[in-house]
């Protein structure tokens, strides 16, 4: 069975940093597309929206328009573990963090209409919140 928790979330000012984590079992991260999805308080599932991807067949990374240049993804196999590592925080950045990772090994980062995503049925985590305040 996959389990995806995530962890690091919390309080942070604008201008700040936090690093989330997402621990995996079930799976190994390193041969399978992993990336992060987030959802604004109050927001609709459907207005999610991917931030980050790597990808299993080339480790290339991907990211939303949003937070290029201020969040890094990577993946620990050691630890079969996803971080995003966030920086300049900014009030808008304020969500419920989502740990998604592929179900096949075949699956990958795309992009499409309504921005990134991971192609397939990916698992998903319970989600971390990330609160910046200005």
């Known amino acids: 069975q996959v389990q995806l928790v995530e962890s690091g979330g919390g309080l942070v000012q604008s201008g700040g940093s936090l690093r989330l984590s997402c621990a995996a079992s079930?799976?190994?991260?390193?041969?399978?597309?992993v990336g992060w999805v987030r959802q604004a308080p109050g927001a609709k599932p459907a207005e999610r929206e991917g931030i980050s991807c790597i990808s299993s067949i080339d480790g290339i990374t991907y990211y939303a328009d949003s937070v290029k240049g201020r969040f890094t993804i990577s993946k620990d196999s050691a630890k079969n573990t996803v971080y995003l590592q966030m920086n300049s925080l900014k009030t808008e950045d304020t969500a419920f963090y989502y740990c998604v990772a592929s179900g096949t090994r075949h699956d990958q980062c795309i992009m499409t209409s309504t921005g990134l995503r991971v192609s397939g049925a990916p698992y998903w985590g319970k989600g971390t919140l990330v609160t910046v305040f200005s």
């Open positions: 079930g799976l190994t991260v390193g041969d399978y597309t």
